[in-house]
């Protein structure tokens, strides 16, 4: 089993739908990053929590610590959303180097 | 400023090569993380460096794969006798703090290695 799990794997909205990205994870942590990667391009960082919830624009994100969960949260999704979503955390002990998920690939039609 | 630049961003080998990719940190950062994202996969962790220290370079999968920080700011990630199963996106992260204190890492573009 992988230390952090993401879920769906594909995921295809419609323009405008709300999305739920969710993210698993069995180890103790210090940091959680949501991570953005366009096709051929590099990896932009979203957020980076370790407690409660953070906005920016129509992004939203969540961690409860105690399950191990956090999910990522699209209001009103566009087409320029689509594009592949990275959970990693940052394991405590290591303190450095992150454990990312596979990704989920967001596709947003018209 | 800046952010993390990497180069050269595409890179085809033939089997049997040497390659080296380097990467270039935000200034002042002292930490610094090569990763290797396989076709459809995420991000899986090689090494990492503090200042010109090399201090975990577990996730390095063979002796064919050599990493230096020698000024404790450019990287480079050499790969000897390069092999197929190579063929991935290399990304490289730096962060500012040191480590015993998670400290958000910021990536770089990324080179793509294709060996034939």
């Known amino acids: 089993k992988n230390e952090v799990e993401q879920s769906p794997q594909n995921l295809t909205a419609q323009e405008g739908e709300f999305i739920t990205i969710n993210c698993s994870y069995s180890v103790g942590i210090s940091a959680l990053h949501w991570l953005q990667q366009h096709p051929g391009g590099g990896i932009v960082s979203l957020f980076m929590?370790?407690?409660g919830k953070k906005k920016h624009g129509r992004l939203i994100a969540t961690i409860n610590i105690q399950e191990k969960h956090s999910s990522l949260h699209i209001t009103a999704s566009h087409p320029r959303d689509s594009a592949v979503y990275i959970c990693a955390v940052a394991n405590t002990g290591t303190a450095s180097k992150l454990t990312f998920g596979t990704g989920t690939r967001l596709q947003v039609t018209l | 400023g800046a952010g993390v630049s990497q180069s050269p961003r595409y890179k085809v080998a033939k089997r049997g090569q040497d390659v080296a990719l380097r990467c270039d940190p935000i200034?002042?950062?002292?930490?610094l993380f090569w990763y290797q994202q396989a076709l459809g996969q995420g991000p899986e962790f090689l090494t990492y460096?503090?200042?010109?220290?090399?201090?975990?370079k577990s996730g390095l999968p063979s002796d064919r794969f050599f990493a230096e920080r020698p000024e404790g700011s450019v990287s480079t990630l050499k790969i000897q006798r390069t092999q197929q199963e190579d063929s991935a996106v290399y990304l490289c992260?730096?962060?500012?703090?040191?480590?015993?204190?998670?400290?958000?890492?910021?990536f770089g573009p990324g080179t793509r290695l294709t060996v034939l």
């Open positions: 460096f503090q200042n010109e220290a090399q201090l975990d």
């Open positions: 929590l370790s407690s």
């Open positions: 200034s002042g950062h002292v930490s």
């Open positions: 992260a730096s962060s500012l703090g040191r480590a015993l204190k998670y400290n958000e890492q910021f």
